[in-house]
């Protein structure tokens, strides 16, 4: 099969016949399996434009690929054009001004490794591997989200290329209708080319991971919600059931033990974040191992990378948790102990703090009245366990989701959810999300993503 000629494309097009193609084509989750007609490694946003173009003008299905990691494999498509950015990797910080521009290829650890050296940080997530863009559009959680909001509440401009081929520069000075879409509306209205950032002073933590044995999860976790709603803001710390790895360098006495955990990182002086979380653990039983400890910023952002390479089976479900009661709590732990491998996991990531203090209706981004981001994740690195995966993670989900809200953060929603999904997930700001659908992509031609309809 021949691959497309793209007009005025300077960067690389693969196609079936291509020997890399099974590789481009790959994605983070080993479970999805797509087979577009070509891949279009962009160089620039020139390029950028000639795909859109192309894409549009030859009714080819469109995907647009930035870190590739989403769970649905929404980077991705069967049978059209995939615009891959995954080259696209610089990133330029002024540090007068704290503020950092960013190519839409970038992994959180490209970006966590340019800001160090000049001691700061963007609020990004706990997986050092995964795409900024992706991260970004959906809102974006992780260990500074307390004290400085999601990553969408830390984004100053995007350049974009809209359905109809044309580049635009959206801030809340340039079509802010636009501008407040792409903070949470995903890549519904075009390919952002380029991010610009604020970035906060982060160097040095007090972090890492503490666990517990699963016979304590229940006073752990309740202890834990407790603690959190109290805690200095410069705390990131969320709770886990997971199963210690069989692996090095955990202690091979505790391999495959159910367990819980706390993993966090306070970006402030190291004394002050052993005297806090001192204070929490002398609530707690002892742990089976606690390695909290001071650790650069980049560090903790790509601790686990090592444990979830590309390539596993993923199969997750998410939730908004306004409350954690001690019911739910045990309902999670009943559940999470009937995890088909030791790799599957639950995080519930704190979204209180400066997330709550941004107004509901000001970003897509809707429910800054939650406490947590709920993640049930199932994994695996064996095709065969597919079946139990999507069979655990889906009866977990269903037994704990009457507690929580109704919608989820958008980029935890899989493939299969319930029509509505979307809709509920951004709540009162769908309606106008839909609007502004209707006049930057009336077709509909970015769909390969938690589609928002045009509106009428
Ligand atoms: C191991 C792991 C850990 C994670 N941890 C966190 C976390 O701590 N915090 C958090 O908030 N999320 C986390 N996530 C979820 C993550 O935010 C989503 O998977 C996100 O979609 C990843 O972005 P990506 O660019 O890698 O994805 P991709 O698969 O490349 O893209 C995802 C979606 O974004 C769209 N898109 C990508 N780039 C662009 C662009 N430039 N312009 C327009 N649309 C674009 C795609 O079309 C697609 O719909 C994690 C995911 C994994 C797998």
């Known amino acids: 099969m021949d691959v497309p000629v793209i007009q005025g494309f300077r960067g690389r097009v693969i196609g079936p016949s291509d020997k890399d193609y099974d590789e481009a084509r790959s994605l983070y989750n080993g ?13 620039d946003a020139a390029d950028v434009m000639a795909a859109v173009n192309h894409a549009r003008d030859n009714g080819l299905l469109l995907a647009v690929r930035g870190g590739g990691h989403s769970g649905p494999g929404l980077g991705s498509c069967d049978g059209g054009l995939v615009i891959d950015l995954s080259q696209l990797r610089g990133v330029r910080v002024d540090p007068a001004n704290r503020t950092v521009r960013v190519d839409p290829g970038c992994t959180s650890a490209d970006l966590d490794h340019a800001t160090h050296a000049f001691g700061l940080a963007v609020p990004l997530g706990i997986v050092g591997s995964t795409g900024v863009a992706g991260l970004t559009l959906g809102g974006g959680t992780g260990y500074l989200s307390r004290k400085y909001g999601l990553t ?26 636009l501008f407040w879409a792409v903070r949470g509306g995903g890549g519904n209205f075009g390919v952002v080319t380029s991010f610009l950032f604020q970035a906060h002073p982060a160097k040095m933590t007090f972090a890492g991971p503490i666990f517990w044995d699963a016979k304590d999860a229940m006073k752990v976790m309740g202890t834990y919600r407790d603690f959190i709603a109290r805690a200095p803001e410069e705390l990131g710390l969320f709770v886990g059931l997971k199963t210690v790895p069989p692996a090095d360098p955990f202690p091979k006495e505790h391999w495959n033990k159910r367990a819980c955990a706390l993993i966090g990182a306070f970006n402030g002086p190291t004394a002050t974040g052993q005297a806090l979380m001192a204070s929490l653990l002398e609530k707690l039983p002892a ?170």
């Open 287 to 456: 742990p089976l191992f606690n390695w909290m400890g001071e650790l650069p910023w980049p560090a903790i952002n790509s601790l686990f990378d090592p444990f979830f390479p590309k390539g596993l089976q993923w199969y997750w479900k998410g939730d908004f948790v306004t409350t954690l009661s001690d019911e739910a709590i045990s309902i999670h732990i009943a559940n999470a102990a009937k995890a088909p491998t030791p790799f599957c996991l639950m995080h519930l990531y704190p979204v209180d703090g400066a997330v709550r203090r941004v107004a509901r209706d000001a970003t897509p981004w809707s429910a800054r009245d939650a406490s947590w981001s709920m993640v049930i994740a199932a994994i695996s690195p064996d095709r065969a366990d597919a079946t139990a995966l999507r069979t655990w993670g889906r009866a977990y989900w269903s037994a704990v989701h009457p507690y929580n809200q109704k919608g989820a953060y958008v980029n935890f929603l899989d493939a299969d959810e319930a029509d509505n999904r979307v809709e509920l997930s951004y709540g009162d700001n769908y309606r106008r999300l839909t609007a502004i659908k209707a006049k930057y992509d009336p077709g509909n031609l970015f769909r390969v993503n938690q589609n928002i309809k045009p509106g009428r």
């Open 152 to 177: 969408i509440d830390n984004l100053i401009e995007v350049d974009m290329v809209l359905a109809d081929g044309s580049f635009v520069t959206a801030s809340k000075d340039r079509h802010d209708d």
């Open 31 to 43: 479970m999805i399996d797509k087979r577009p007609k070509a891949i279009a490694r962009c160089t």
